[in-house]
């Protein structure tokens, strides 16, 4: 008997055109209404019916369905639990006194300032090379805060280590770069290190938000001129820009700034409410909006937001997005400036979840913790609701602290990302079936 699968969805992009395909597998295709109400009623050629089986739309009984789910968790759990990413919070303090800070703002905090010492960072290093070394791994390193430059010389003493012990990482930063100088960025990029730099737009946009703790100078001003400095060394760097209700307020400015300013590689935060709010669902619209409405304009000056172009690369390179951070799927840890262990870098100045200390335990036993069986177990793949979604494929799921502020549970869902990914399939599907208008062999186009 041939049916639908449980994983068959639909989106209807106009009247007459829908998209059709399996959460599982997103081979789409897509037809006219017609077409599509046969499909419905398996109202078609024993051809059509083969064709449609091979990508998952028809199975011959649910059995099929469930060892397809089988299928893609057992590639899931053979990528879990192996440390891709380790951030190394060097300082919990920053000279920044940004007001929609995540870290500052989080349901979470001790109010805590302290710098990694040398010995802490040494003994992460050192531990965390061994460990990738004995699983042939390579790894990565993201300098995160507060603001990791006010502990600069934890950072070179530890690039420095590095490089002796030929450690197999790749080194990034997060800063906000108004303690970045000429010296630093030739240290910098002599050791690869990429660099995200946190800015929001033009100076009376960027100045409103992002403020010195202790001064009226203005924050703009200070990272702009690094810019020079940083194409001198050919330092790789890239915009880290938070979309605030400003930012939103002044759509066209903000865009053709980016244009001018001629960097290629940015990267979109959206807030993360870290205590109740119920303006998050208009938020989240206007900011997925203009996220979309971003990635048409610049991509015509080359110039690439990282953070859909992680749902593109889903959808086109067919591959099921297992997890949109590194801390689902326990793929990442975060050491904080005392040694503590926590998955999550947002954890930073709280005492909870912490999993273990770096300068007293093994990566082995840190790995053993019921911590890391929630962060392995936190996956649209083990949520119920997530296995219904229509945009299961390209999700990953959310963010564990934003679902903890806004709906009381780190195993709710998030749903302001649930809104983000619903809204970006939408645009992929409609995107997908233009361009294969124009022949574009990544999407299938099957009509009537």
Same mark, same amino acid.
């Given at each position: 008997?041939?049916?639908?699968?449980?994983?068959?969805?639909?989106?209807?992009?106009?009247?007459?055109?829908?998209?059709?395909?399996?959460?599982?597998?997103?081979?789409?295709?897509?037809?006219?209404?017609?077409?599509?109400?046969?499909?419905?009623?398996?109202?078609?050629?024993?051809?059509?019916?083969?064709?449609?089986?091979?990508?998952?739309?028809?199975?011959?009984?649910?059995?099929?369905?469930?060892?397809?789910?089988?299928?893609?968790?057992?590639?899931?759990?053979?990528?879990?639990?192996?440390?891709?990413?380790?951030?190394?919070?060097?300082?919990?303090?920053?000279?920044?006194?940004?007001?929609?800070?995540?870290?500052?703002?989080?349901?979470?905090?001790?109010?805590?300032?302290?710098?990694?010492?040398?010995?802490?960072?040494?003994?992460?290093?050192?531990?965390?090379?061994?460990?990738?070394?004995?699983?042939?791994?390579?790894?990565?390193?993201?300098?995160?805060?507060?603001?990791? /430059?006010?502990?600069? @010389?934890? +950072? $070179?003493?530890?690039? #420095?280590?590095? &490089? =002796?012990?030929?450690?197999? %990482? *790749?080194?990034?930063?997060?800063?906000?770069?108004? /303690?970045?100088?000429? @010296?630093? +960025? $030739?240290?910098?990029? #002599?050791?690869? &290190? =990429?660099?995200?730099?946190? %800015? *929001?737009?033009?100076?009376?946009?960027?100045?409103?938000?992002?403020?010195?703790?202790?001064?009226?100078?203005?924050?703009?001003?200070? &990272?702009?001129?690094?810019?020079?400095?940083?194409?001198?060394?050919?330092?790789?760097?890239?915009?880290?820009?938070?979309?605030?209700?400003?930012?939103?307020?002044?759509?066209?400015?903000?865009?053709?700034?980016?244009?001018?300013?001629?960097?290629?590689?940015?990267?979109?935060?959206?807030?993360?409410?870290?205590?109740?709010?119920?303006?998050?669902?208009?938020?989240?619209?206007?900011?997925?909006?203009?996220?979309?409405?971003?990635?048409?304009?610049?991509?015509?000056?080359?110039?690439?937001?990282?953070?859909?172009?992680?749902?593109?690369?889903?959808?086109?390179?067919?591959?099921?997005?297992?997890?949109?951070?590194?801390?689902?799927?326990?793929?990442?840890?975060?050491?904080?400036?005392?040694?503590?262990?926590?998955?999550?870098?947002?954890?930073?100045?709280?005492?909870?979840?912490?999993?273990?200390?770096?300068?007293?335990?093994?990566?082995?036993?840190?790995?053993?913790?019921?911590?890391?069986?929630?962060?392995?177990?936190?996956?649209?793949?083990?949520?119920?609701?997530?296995?219904?979604?229509?945009?299961?494929?390209?999700?990953?799921?959310?963010?564990?602290?934003?679902?903890?502020?806004?709906?009381?549970?780190?195993?709710?869902?998030?749903?302001?990302?649930?809104?983000?990914?619903?809204?970006?399939?939408?645009?992929?599907?409609?995107?997908?079936?233009?361009?294969?208008?124009?022949?574009?062999?990544?999407?299938?186009?099957?009509?009537?």
């Amino acid at each position: 008997m041939m049916m639908l699968s449980k994983f068959f969805h639909h989106v209807k992009l106009e009247e007459d055109l829908y998209a059709i395909y399996n959460s599982l597998i997103m081979d789409v295709v897509y037809l006219n209404k017609k077409k599509y109400e046969d499909v419905l009623n398996i109202n078609l050629s024993q051809e059509e019916i083969l064709k449609l089986k091979e990508i998952g739309i028809y199975v011959d009984d649910y059995h099929k369905d469930k060892k397809a789910l089988e299928i893609v968790k057992n590639r899931y759990e053979k990528v879990t639990g192996k440390i891709n990413i380790m951030y190394f919070i060097l300082s919990s303090a920053c000279n920044l006194g940004c007001k929609y800070c995540f870290i500052e703002n989080c349901q979470f905090n001790n109010k805590k300032e302290v710098n990694m010492s040398k010995k802490t960072a040494l003994s992460a290093l050192i531990k965390y090379t061994n460990y990738l070394n004995e699983n042939k791994l390579r790894g990565s390193v993201i300098f995160y805060g507060g603001e990791p /430059l006010v502990n600069w @010389e934890t +950072i $070179k003493y530890i690039l #420095n280590k590095s &490089v =002796e012990l030929n450690s197999p %990482i *790749d080194f990034s930063m997060v800063t906000n770069a108004t /303690l970045l100088d000429e @010296e630093k +960025i $030739k240290f910098l990029s #002599n050791h690869k &290190v =990429e660099i995200g730099i946190s %800015i *929001d737009g033009p100076k009376k946009l960027n100045d409103k938000n992002r403020i010195y703790r202790t001064s009226n100078k203005s924050v703009y001003d200070e &990272v702009i001129k690094k810019f020079p400095m940083l194409d001198v060394q050919k330092c790789k760097y890239g915009l880290s820009i938070t979309v605030s209700e400003d930012l939103l307020d002044n759509q066209d400015e903000v865009l053709n700034w980016l244009k001018q300013l001629g960097v290629k590689s940015i990267f979109y935060n959206l807030y993360h409410y870290t205590n109740y709010d119920c303006n998050w669902e208009k938020y989240y619209k206007r900011a997925c909006k203009f996220i979309i409405k971003s990635h048409n304009i610049l991509i015509k000056n080359n110039i690439y937001d990282g953070r859909i172009i992680r749902k593109i690369d889903s959808f086109y390179n067919n591959e099921f997005k297992f997890s949109d951070c590194g801390a689902i799927g326990a793929n990442q840890l975060a050491i904080k400036p005392n040694g503590d262990v926590c998955i999550c870098h947002g954890y930073l100045k709280t005492d909870k979840y912490i999993i273990g200390n770096i300068n007293k335990d093994s990566i082995q036993k840190i790995l053993c913790s019921d911590e890391i069986k929630f962060w392995k177990q936190r996956c649209t793949l083990n949520n119920k609701k997530c296995l219904n979604c229509k945009a299961l494929f390209i999700c990953g799921g959310g963010c564990a602290i934003q679902a903890e502020a806004l709906f009381g549970s780190r195993q709710a869902l998030d749903k302001p990302f649930c809104m983000h990914t619903k809204q970006t399939l939408r645009w992929l599907l409609k995107s997908g079936y233009l361009m294969s208008k124009d022949s574009v062999k990544k999407v299938k186009e099957v009509r009537q």
